[in-house]
């Protein structure tokens, strides 16, 4: 009886150790107890597994068989082949079923890279399992339990076998290589089966001898041997017998009996790779004056999927002259627990262990300091500064601060633009900030510029600014103040603005001062107020128009002369800042000789072309002040209707307002008088006359008559 059970001793740093090595021992009854205390041992040590990687199998990975010769037997259930197929001589009954193609003769290719994945798998430092046959269901690696291995490379000098019905798990994501110098052999209804994540592609068999695999006592659904057997001595693979792999034995024979082969389809082990950590650092601004105040902040970033935990605290020493602020204003983004420290005046900045930088993430430690004298700084931290569990940082990170002498301070200056509005009006608060030193001024704190009681800003605010930095302006409609917030920048030896546009509902004259130390820089705070007065007068009359139709009624096809008045009630003459246009209604167009003409002051032209719809007063003419002008132009219609004109209001655009009523006049069309002949007066006939005459006369002696009696 052999057993696969042995210590190796030696000396390691002036120590004797007793190692568990695996190989054959002949049993003896004068060595049972050491054989005891070995296997005790053993259990107790751990025999570390060598790392081994997947070879490269080409084109031999998409069969299940490759062979010189193959032979198979069919006794029900048949064989099965889930993969590619080839050889030089076939079985006299093949498999029942191949899923892949079946090639004859198996083309050198395969043979060429069969030879280069055995290569590389006997070119591999495996750890020794024993100098000769050993049985893989008694091997006991590190903790586990007997015929339970975790990934590596193993060999042994003679044949590895399991024993009959017993069973070996490969347990844990890796390659597994298994390198007997003999034989491999697994009995009868014997397992090899996966666990913990192992993958059959990842499972590699390389005798130095035949491979036999045992008979199972009934077809099994499930794999009883798993991994890719790679030997030219042969392969057997014995009845109901399911492999999850490949059987490559170019150069010799694969015999099957009624089995099943299956190319593995799960994903192959990938090694993970760890990306160590990163620091980098930077002063803003880089540039102080002695006194003054810079954030340090230093990022810390972690490319792994893996959270990256501090294992020991990141110190930053900084240089000689340079301290926490007073206010060190010490914060972190980083996750876990544990406060910074920062200590008011000290020279250092710490982030302790146990915080976390987030997985494929970034997270900043960030500290006020300052310094007293002028100079430059450079502060660095180290290579291995940052410790983690997953590595330390491989290069320094590195920042320079500048300090300078004091500057002279930065100055206000506001206006306002128009400095004289309507009620209601707009004008725009310029408020500008310069620097007249050598290194850019940043805000420290938010320009905040309160408007007198009675001006707010305007429904449109308008908001801009031509400072730099980032940092939106805060000014909203009706509000009573304007921000310009902490972080934006005043150019070195330069200026920048702040506008909005402001209102006020009441008359009045209204004083904004910036009031002294308002703006808040790194080189300093204004010395002196900034004023502005803005003068706020009654509205106004806005301009008016009027239009008319001279004559109010014509034939269709005859003109009427359209006069449109502007009026302008105001002491300050108003010039059209847009065209007036007048668009005629439909039907009415303007007559073949238009005879445009305008009384309005300045320069420009009425636009009115013949059979055109519309009359034009260009921008730029003027109204008089307290006075009116007039735009005239012909207009006809050939169609009889009544014909409504409107200027609507804001037609009139001007430099005194627009008018804010509409202008309307109607022309009337009518049809044309026809012409008639008189109706003749009824006559008598000249026989008729003679008896009318006849008959008066008779009537005239009579009554003469009547009158003598």
Same mark, same amino acid.
């Given at each position: @009886?052999?057993?696969?059970?042995?210590?190796?001793?030696?000396?390691?740093?002036?120590?004797?150790?007793?190692?568990?090595?695996?190989?054959?021992?002949?049993?003896?009854?004068?060595?049972?107890?050491?054989?005891?205390?070995?296997?005790?041992?053993?259990?107790?040590?751990?025999?570390?597994?060598?790392?081994?990687?997947?070879?490269?199998?080409?084109?031999?990975?998409?069969?299940?068989?490759?062979?010189?010769?193959?032979?198979?037997?069919?006794?029900?259930?048949?064989?099965?082949?889930?993969?590619?197929?080839?050889?030089?001589?076939?079985?006299?009954?093949?498999?029942?079923?191949?899923?892949?193609?079946?090639?004859?003769?198996?083309?050198?290719?395969?043979?060429?890279?069969?030879?280069?994945?055995?290569?590389?798998?006997?070119?591999?430092?495996?750890?020794?399992?024993?100098?000769?046959?050993?049985?893989?269901?008694?091997?006991?690696?590190?903790?586990?339990?007997?015929?339970?291995?975790?990934?590596?490379?193993?060999?042994?000098?003679?044949? @590895?076998?399991?024993?009959?019905?017993?069973?070996?798990?490969?347990?844990?994501?890796?390659?597994?290589?298994?390198?007997?110098?003999?034989?491999?052999?697994?009995?009868?209804?014997?397992?090899?089966?996966?666990? +913990?994540?192992?993958?059959?592609?990842?499972? %590699?068999?390389?005798?130095?001898?035949?491979?036999?695999?045992?008979?199972?006592?009934?077809?099994?659904?499930?794999?009883?041997?798993?991994?890719?057997?790679?030997?030219?001595?042969?392969?057997?693979?014995?009845?109901?017998?399911?492999?999850?792999?490949?059987?490559?034995?170019?150069?010799?024979?694969?015999?099957?009996?009624?089995?099943?082969?299956?190319?593995?389809?799960?994903?192959? %082990?990938?090694?993970?790779?760890?990306?160590?950590?990163?620091?980098?650092?930077?002063?803003? *601004?880089?540039?102080?004056?002695?006194?003054?105040?810079?954030?340090?902040?230093?990022?810390?970033?972690?490319?792994?999927?893996?959270?990256?935990?501090?294992?020991? *605290?990141?110190?930053?020493?900084?240089?000689?002259? $340079?301290?926490?602020?007073?206010?060190?204003?010490?914060?972190?983004?980083?996750?876990?627990?544990?406060?910074? $420290?920062?200590?008011?005046?000290?020279?250092?900045?710490?982030?302790?262990?146990?915080?976390?930088?987030?997985?494929?993430?970034?997270?900043?430690?960030?500290?006020?300091?300052?310094?007293?004298?002028?100079?430059?700084? &450079?502060?660095?931290?180290?290579?291995?500064?940052?410790?983690?569990?997953? +590595?330390?940082?491989?290069?320094?990170?590195? #920042?320079?601060?500048?300090?300078?002498?004091?500057?002279?301070?930065?100055?206000?200056?506001?206006?306002?633009?128009?400095?004289?509005?309507?009620?209601?009006?707009?004008?725009?608060?310029?408020?500008?900030?310069?620097?007249?030193?050598?290194?850019?001024?940043?805000?420290?704190?938010?320009?905040?510029?309160?408007?007198?009681?009675?001006?707010? &800003?305007?429904?449109?605010?308008?908001?801009?600014?031509?400072?730099?930095?980032?940092?939106?302006?805060?000014?909203?409609?009706?509000? =009573?103040?304007?921000?310009?917030?902490?972080?934006?920048?005043? *150019?070195?030896?330069?200026?920048?603005?702040?506008? $909005?546009?402001?209102?006020?509902?009441?008359?009045?004259?209204?004083?904004?001062? !910036?009031?002294?130390?308002?703006?808040?820089? =790194?080189?300093?705070?204004?010395?002196?107020?900034?004023?502005?007065?803005?003068? &706020?007068?009654?509205?106004?009359?806005?301009?008016?128009?009027?239009?008319? %139709?001279?004559?109010?009624?014509?034939?269709?096809?005859?003109?009427?002369?359209?006069?449109?008045?502007?009026?302008?009630?105001?002491?300050?003459?108003?010039?059209?800042?847009?065209?007036?246009?007048?668009?005629?209604?439909?039907?009415?167009?303007?007559?073949?000789?238009?005879? #445009?003409?305008? /009384?309005? +002051?300045?320069?420009?032209?009425?636009?009115?072309?013949?059979?055109?719809?519309?009359?034009? !007063?260009?921008?730029?003419?003027?109204?008089?002040?307290?006075?009116?002008?007039?735009?005239?132009?012909?207009?006809?219609?050939?169609?009889?209707?009544?014909?409504?004109?409107?200027?609507?209001?804001?037609?009139?655009?001007?430099?005194?307002?627009?008018?804010?009523?509409?202008?309307?006049?109607?022309?009337?069309?009518?049809? *044309?008088?026809?012409?008639?002949?008189? /109706?003749?007066?009824?006559?008598?006939?000249?026989?008729? @006359?003679? @008896?009318?005459?006849?008959?008066?006369?008779?009537?005239?002696?009579?009554?003469?008559?009547?009158?003598?009696?």
């Amino acid at each position: @009886m052999n057993t696969q059970i042995a210590t190796l001793t030696h000396f390691r740093h002036g120590a004797r150790v007793t190692e568990v090595r695996y190989g054959i021992i002949r049993n003896r009854a004068g060595v049972l107890a050491s054989l005891a205390f070995a296997a005790l041992l053993s259990l107790a040590q751990s025999n570390v597994a060598v790392a081994a990687t997947a070879p490269n199998l080409g084109t031999t990975a998409v069969n299940g068989i490759v062979s010189s010769t193959f032979t198979n037997s069919n006794i029900a259930p048949q064989s099965i082949i889930n993969g590619d197929v080839c050889f030089t001589t076939g079985p006299v009954t093949p498999p029942l079923l191949t899923t892949g193609t079946t090639a004859t003769p198996c083309p050198p290719a395969k043979g060429a890279d069969q030879g280069l994945a055995l290569a590389d798998l006997n070119g591999q430092a495996c750890i020794s399992l024993g100098a000769g046959a050993i049985t893989l269901d008694s091997v006991i690696i590190g903790p586990n339990p007997p015929g339970t291995i975790p990934p590596g490379c193993y060999s042994s000098g003679g044949a @590895m076998n399991v024993t009959a019905t017993t069973t070996v798990t490969l347990s844990g994501a890796g390659v597994y290589v298994f390198r007997p110098g003999g034989a491999l052999t697994t009995g009868a209804n014997s397992r090899v089966v996966l666990a +913990g994540g192992a993958c059959a592609n990842d499972v %590699f068999w390389a005798p130095g001898a035949a491979a036999t695999l045992g008979a199972n006592a009934a077809l099994s659904a499930t794999p009883t041997f798993v991994g890719n057997i790679l030997t030219a001595a042969g392969i057997s693979i014995g009845q109901f017998a399911n492999l999850e792999g490949r059987a490559l034995a170019f150069g010799g024979t694969v015999t099957t009996n009624a089995v099943t082969i299956t190319v593995p389809t799960c994903a192959p %082990f990938v090694v993970p790779v760890v990306v160590n950590p990163t620091l980098a650092k930077a002063f803003s *601004p880089i540039t102080i004056n002695t006194g003054g105040t810079s954030t340090l902040t230093v990022t810390l970033s972690n490319a792994n999927a893996a959270v990256a935990t501090l294992t020991g *605290p990141l110190v930053d020493t900084l240089p000689g002259g $340079v301290v926490v602020a007073n206010t060190p204003n010490a914060n972190t983004t980083c996750g876990g627990a544990g406060a910074v $420290v920062a200590v008011a005046a000290a020279s250092t900045v710490t982030l302790p262990a146990g915080r976390t930088i987030p997985a494929n993430g970034t997270c900043t430690l960030t500290v006020d300091v300052t310094a007293a004298l002028v100079g430059s700084y &450079v502060n660095t931290l180290p290579i291995g500064a940052l410790v983690t569990s997953n +590595g330390n940082n491989l290069a320094p990170a590195t #920042a320079t601060l500048t300090v300078i002498a004091p500057v002279v301070l930065p100055t206000l200056a506001k206006a306002f633009n128009p400095v004289t509005i309507n009620v209601n009006g707009t004008s725009t608060l310029t408020v500008t900030l310069g620097n007249p030193n050598a290194a850019v001024a940043t805000l420290t704190a938010p320009l905040v510029d309160t408007l007198p009681g009675g001006v707010v &800003v305007a429904n449109t605010p308008n908001a801009n600014t031509t400072c730099g930095g980032v940092g939106a302006i805060v000014a909203v409609a009706a509000a =009573s103040s304007v921000t310009l917030p902490a972080g934006r920048t005043i *150019p070195a030896n330069g200026t920048c603005t702040l506008t $909005v546009d402001v209102t006020s509902a009441l008359v009045g004259s209204y004083v904004n001062t !910036l009031p002294i130390g308002a703006l808040v820089t =790194s080189n300093g705070n204004n010395p002196a107020p900034a004023n502005a007065t803005l003068t &706020v007068i009654a509205p106004v009359v806005l301009p008016t128009l009027v239009k008319a %139709f001279n004559p109010g009624t014509i034939n269709a096809g005859d003109t009427s002369r359209l006069t449109v008045t502007l009026g302008n009630p105001n002491a300050t003459v108003a010039t059209l800042t847009a065209s007036l246009v007048d668009t005629l209604p439909v039907g009415v167009v303007i007559a073949t000789v238009p005879n #445009a003409s305008t /009384t309005c +002051g300045g320069a420009g032209a009425p636009i009115a072309t013949a059979g055109g719809a519309n009359v034009t !007063l260009p921008a730029g003419r003027s109204i008089p002040a307290n006075g009116n002008c007039t735009l005239s132009v012909d207009v006809t219609s050939a169609l009889v209707g009544s014909y409504l004109n409107t200027l609507a209001v804001g037609a009139l655009v001007t430099s005194n307002g627009n008018n804010p009523a509409p202008a309307n006049a109607t022309l009337i069309v009518i049809a *044309p008088a026809i012409a008639t002949r008189p /109706t003749p007066v009824p006559t008598l006939s000249e026989w008729a @006359m003679i @008896m009318l005459v006849g008959l008066l006369a008779i009537a005239g002696f009579a009554a003469i008559r009547k009158q003598e009696n």
